[in-house]
């Protein structure tokens, strides 16, 4: 699938080797080589046993990338409070510098890629339940798997020393060959049974929702995004292989996503893109707002006509236009907005919708972009300040990496990000699940649990339990 001349893997190995020694310190060396086609659940599969609590999946929703990582060369991480997208991308830019990279082709996401993400609130007491997660936690992979536009490349990231020589190399694409030969659209994981589902604390959970709204009748606060979880009980291991193959065939039209962190799996299907960088365009969405599928072609669409006009949805939907109009008209000279909401309809739910899209500069820092859309007010609310501390002190959830911003930046200054909903935490047997809805001055407690119950739906479909 990769050949490679042996002549080539020595006059890269002798100038990394070189270039290690005259600098004193360690250095990225990384190559791209186009492959055949390979399935990328596949390849995630392949790297099981070598590799897993290492491993990253990213699907966009129209399969234009997917990324799948292998093995950790480089982790970035940190549970700083202030300037942690700032420390990211200056420790990303840092592991860059004076890196050789062999990489002839121009499509992004293909060479050097970071892939991870943020937690929601690094102010929020942590708990045991995230405690695998660094509350800025980046993968630079080994290998990388980039299928970009239906084409395939394969990316191997080394580190080389001034101690090292020409072996390092030869164990690398020993390694690779390995995982390359081991690659088998057959691989069955072994399928788990739920026994026991634990809505964690769901009356305190409303008792919380109506202290809200109270305070949004009489206060500066306009609305509060409020989440829940549901604990999961297997008869087995969970394995993340079974829960992606599901949500391929489930939800397409997502992001599809797994993270692996010191054998815990952040896993989903969101429907939400925080942002994404391609050169000099920018492109955000708002979706704010939802309602149910119907059971019929009637219904569904009875449904969402009452849903593009219901005023309680309208309104909560112009909140993230405004504030994500706001965020990014600092880095952007041209905005392109529509003027009312689309219905973007997924499995399980519809969602009121609105794309956005910006001309930039080329250096515009994407780090900088998330910082300002994160969260919208679609996770945290507004005031955006205000909301996330009233959840701070209110919601009985640590959220980790539950919606917050995760995805990838490769060497160029491209990249995506998505909102991590529709989520779940894998843990050996366990799994733990969140939904949140948005708390405005007239909400009900009992309706709002009803909706944060929809969205719980698709991941448990996902992990067998539906």
């Not at 995630?44 to 929703?61: L, V």
């Not at 995230?130 to 630079?140: E, P, V, Y």
């Not at 989440?227 to 992001?255: C, K, Y």
Request: include cysteine; charged fraction near 25%; proline fraction near 4%.
């Amino acid at each position: 699938m990769v050949t490679i001349q042996e002549t080539e893997i020595n006059e890269r190995g002798a100038l990394a080797v070189k270039r290690a020694k005259e600098l004193g310190r360690p250095i990225l060396v990384s190559e791209v080589h186009k492959i055949d086609t390979v399935n990328p659940l596949a390849f995630f599969k392949a790297g099981k046993e070598r590799f897993c609590g290492e491993r990253f999946f990213w699907k966009d929703p129209t399969d234009e990338i997917v990324l799948v990582g292998l093995g950790i060369s480089k982790q970035i991480q940190s549970d700083q409070v202030t300037d942690r997208f700032f420390h990211v991308e200056k420790e990303w830019e840092k592991f860059l510098k004076d890196s050789l990279i062999f990489n002839t082709y121009t499509e992004i996401a293909v060479g050097p890629v970071m892939f991870g993400g943020f937690s929601f609130d690094p102010l929020k007491e942590k708990t045991e339940l995230w405690s695998k997660f660094a509350d800025s936690l980046f993968h630079i992979p080994k290998y990388l798997l980039s299928i970009i536009r239906g084409q395939a490349y394969l990316t191997t990231n080394a580190i080389c020393t001034s101690h090292d020589d020409l072996s390092l190399f030869s164990k690398i694409i020993e390694e690779r060959n390995l995982i390359l030969h081991s690659i088998t659209t057959n691989y069955r994981a072994k399928s788990t049974s739920l026994i026991r589902t634990n809505e964690i604390m769901p009356e305190k959970w409303k008792e919380s929702v109506d202290g809200v709204v109270k305070e949004l009748t009489n206060g500066p606060l306009k609305k509060v995004v409020l989440a829940r979880e549901l604990r999961l009980i297997f008869d087995g291991q969970i394995e993340a292989e079974n829960v992606l193959d599901r949500l391929f065939s489930q939800q397409q039209e997502s992001f599809i996503f797994a993270f692996e962190s010191n054998g815990d799996c952040f896993i989903g299907a969101s429907p939400e893109r925080l942002v994404k960088k391609q050169g000099n365009e920018i492109f955000s969405t708002c979706l704010a707002g939802s309602i149910s599928r119907g059971e019929t072609e009637q219904e569904d669409r009875l449904l969402g006509e009452k849903l593009l006009t219901d005023q309680k949805n309208l309104i909560e939907h112009q909140y993230v236009v405004e504030m994500i109009k706001e965020a990014l008209e600092e880095s952007c000279h041209e905005i392109i907005l529509p003027d009312k909401p689309q219905l973007m309809k997924i499995r399980d739910i519809q969602h009121l919708y609105t794309p956005v899209i910006g001309k930039c500069h080329k250096d515009t820092s994407l780090m900088l972009l998330v910082e300002r859309l994160h969260p919208t007010p679609a996770l945290g609310g507004l005031p955006k300040e205000a909301a996330v501390e009233k959840i701070r002190q209110v919601e009985l959830l640590d959220r980790g990496f539950y919606a917050a911003p995760l995805g990838w930046a490769d060497y160029r200054r491209n990249g995506e990000f998505a909102v991590s909903i529709r989520s779940g935490l894998l843990q050996g047997e366990e799994a733990s699940l969140f939904a949140g809805c948005g708390v405005v001055a007239d909400s009900e407690a009992e309706s709002e649990y009803l909706e944060t119950s929809l969205k719980f739906t698709p991941m448990l479909r996902a992990l067998g339990g539906k």
